[in-house]
């Protein structure tokens, strides 16, 4: 069976993928499974450089991964050039990892203790649409490194540059089987992953809701588990701040991807001094946020991925919301929702509450340091977050107040592949990216060898 894949810009349908059945995945698995010996054993070397020829093949084909995604996701190019500049580099680091999966020894009496980091074995990925290219390899690629076999489940609604990524890797010499890229429902490849003995780790990015379900799953055959999910971030501006660049920025820590970014800061909260003025600076740049054709070079916000997401973002602005001000969006076809900022919100709405995962952003003023970390904390989620201030201990302060694994200060910026990523709280269990990544898809051996 086949499933339709649209494009979000344009509402045209532009692919057709397989819906896989329970069947078909455990077959993917048994492939998956038969070819894992072999693959563990590549010697470290060979194993680096078919990971770096992986990645020279992501690179010689950027252009076209990136206009896949402007097609499917609707991201703007400028984006999606990011995205599969980053599937690149990410593939580049932990192709330095093979070489470098040491063990340890350890003094012991009578003999020596080595520990060895054995891989696991199938790897199951499963993917979100909101950045289909950098989340799938932030999995595949130190699944890989480590030896592991790979079986990835993009969204159904976003597999066409995952399927790009699998043919690149067997062009790039990467044997077959070893990465295998599975399409169709979450309901049934993703729990079928999820499900089986035979897959040895699970690393899903996704909803919390889907997250928790994944977690009990996973419980049946104690599979190992990454879990990147929801969050509702705060940007904390102080009113010792750089308010003009604070406000200029604020909405590209939000609206970028047309919110649905899982980091999106979608919460600002400002000191009650310099509140009114804030909101004064942050409505010409979010006027000014260039909405429209994601294929054009300076679009700054595409449409949002489906009507379905459309109607559910829209839902968090009934009649007579406390809307301050918007942004514009194109009309004709396309599922636009324009950059909206609300304020005042009390604090109990759903939009308080809420991942909204589209262009809607609250305004909220707070009274001291004390108070913009229990505002910042008053949520299930903890992932990521903005703190601007010039007070260098004040930042210092609030950021390890702040209960959200990736925070920045006089920044948005929350993800270096070179640096771990992770949520506190329900946003998530365990890190991605950054040196250690290895370690969640390995096992670490002991060996006493008596003398
Ligand atoms: P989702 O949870 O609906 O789906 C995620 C993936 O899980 C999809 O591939 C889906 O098909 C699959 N899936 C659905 N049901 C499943 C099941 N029962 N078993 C196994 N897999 C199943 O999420 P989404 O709507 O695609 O993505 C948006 C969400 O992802 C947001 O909440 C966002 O915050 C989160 N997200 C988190 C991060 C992070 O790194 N923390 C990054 C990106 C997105």
């Excluded at 203790?113 to 595949?140: C, S």
């Excluded at 514009?328 to 636009?336: E, K, L, Q, S």
Aim: hydrophobic share 45%; glycine share 10%.
């Amino acid at each position: 069976m086949l499933h339709e894949v649209v494009n979000p810009a344009t509402e045209e349908v532009v692919a057709r993928v397989e819906r896989t059945s329970a069947d078909g995945v455990d077959a993917a698995i048994g492939r998956a499974r038969a070819a894992f010996p072999a693959w563990a054993a590549v010697a470290p070397g060979d194993r680096a450089r078919l990971l770096r020829r992986f990645a020279a093949a992501v690179d010689a084909d950027l252009e076209h991964l990136a206009t896949l995604e402007v097609t499917n996701a609707g991201h703007t190019i400028s984006n999606a050039r990011w995205e599969a500049g980053n599937a690149r580099d990410v593939l580049d680091y932990y192709s330095g990892a093979p070489e470098r999966l040491f063990g340890r020894q350890i003094p012991v009496a009578d003999g020596i203790d080595l520990t060895f980091r054995e891989p696991l074995g199938v790897v199951g990925v499963i993917v979100p649409w909101n950045f289909p290219m950098p989340i799938a390899a932030w999995g595949l690629a130190p699944a890989l490194a480590a030896g592991n076999t790979v079986v990835l489940k993009p969204a159904e609604l976003t597999p066409l540059t995952a399927l790009r990524l699998g043919e690149l890797a067997l062009e790039a010499g990467l044997p077959a089987d070893v990465f295998q890229v599975v399409t169709g429902q979450g309901s049934v490849v993703g729990q079928r992953l999820v499900d089986h003995p035979d897959v040895r780790k699970i690393v899903f990015t996704g909803s919390t809701e889907v997250g928790r379900s994944v977690m009990v799953g996973a419980a049946a055959s104690m599979t190992r588990l990454t879990l990147e999910l929801g969050g509702k971030s705060a940007n904390i501006v102080f009113a010792d701040a750089d308010l003009e660049r604070a406000a200029a920025t604020a909405p590209y820590a939000v609206f970028d991807n047309a919110g649905q970014d899982c980091c999106a800061r979608s919460r600002i909260l400002v000191e009650r001094s310099v509140h009114d003025r804030f909101l004064s600076l942050l409505e010409p740049a979010v006027a000014g946020v260039r909405v429209g054709d994601p294929r054009l070079d300076d679009t700054e916000m595409g449409p949002l991925i489906s009507a379905a997401h459309r109607d559910s973002v829209a839902a968090y602005v009934p009649e007579g919301a406390p809307v301050a001000f918007r942004g514009t969006t194109p009309i004709g076809p396309g599922f636009w929702y324009p950059p909206t900022v609300l304020a005042p919100v009390a604090a109990g709405d759903r939009a308080f509450v809420e991942e909204i995962f589209g262009p809607i952003v609250i305004v909220v003023p707070f009274a001291d340091e004390a108070d913009a970390v229990r505002i910042a904390n008053d949520s299930p989620y903890g992932l990521s977050g903005s703190i601007w201030t010039e007070n260098l201990g004040r930042a210092l302060r609030v950021a390890r107040g702040v209960e959200a694994g990736n925070l920045s200060v006089n920044s948005h910026s929350s993800v270096r592949y070179w640096t771990p990523f992770g949520g506190f709280k329900q946003s998530g269990l365990g890190r991605e990216l950054g040196p250690d990544a290895l370690d969640a898809f390995t096992d670490v051996k002991n060996v006493f060898i008596s003398t």
